[in-house]
């Protein structure tokens, strides 16, 4: 479903990871874990192709690359003056899936925001927002950068919800520094 082989991204003359391999069928869920500033985050943007590799190979699920990858990240960008519906419209059409608003926001339980603009919104309400935004596609692999921080007690509740569907329909990458989160997965990758 994913393979990654022989990846390495290199900053100027430093390797930020090099050599990693692995790869991920239906129902794999894997962590990867490390200090600040290991490679973790990166390693995810270079898996989803925003960041460039420097060496190796990722072959993702077939499909149009769009609709089988989601990514919910700490840093990712949202439109201030967009609404909540808005954004999973905007998603949609980028991806060319259904918008899906109604069933997405009461599975985040964001149905109460979806005319604010996310300029009005917490730190929790926007994590929601971009794991709707990331699971918009039923994508068959799902990769989320601290998936829990910023989230209270339901919002934590929520990703062991969808970490748990998405292994029924492909595979699931988590990056995290929340020894907690291990639990999300059945394999592990340690960046050093």
């Not at 960041?51 to 089988?68: F, I, K, N, Y």
């Not at 709707?132 to 039923?138: L, P, R, S, V």
Request: proline fraction near 3%.
């Amino acid at each position: 479903m994913l393979k990654v082989d022989r990846l390495g991204k290199k900053y100027g003359g430093r390797w930020i990871f090099r050599e990693l391999s692995f790869e991920l069928g239906v129902g794999d869920r894997l962590v990867i874990l490390g200090r600040n500033g290991a490679g973790k985050s990166t390693l995810l943007r270079t898996i989803a192709g925003l960041t460039s590799r420097t060496e190796g190979t990722v072959m993702l699920p077939e499909g149009d690359s769009r609709c089988t990858l989601g990514l919910c990240a700490l840093e990712q960008s949202v439109y201030g003056q967009l609404t909540v519906a808005e954004h999973l419209q905007l998603t949609a059409d980028l991806r060319g899936c259904p918008a899906r608003i109604d069933e997405l926001l009461e599975k985040v339980n964001l149905d109460y925001a979806r005319s604010r603009p996310a300029s009005q919104l917490s730190t929790g309400m926007k994590a929601r927002m971009k794991m709707a935004m990331a699971i918009q596609a039923n994508p068959a692999a799902l990769l989320l950068d601290e998936p829990g921080a910023g989230l209270d007690e339901e919002g934590r509740m929520l990703i062991d919800q969808i970490t748990a569907e998405q292994a029924t329909r492909g595979c699931l990458i988590v990056a995290t520094n929340d020894p907690l989160e291990r639990r999300l997965a059945n394999l592990e990758l340690q960046l050093v």
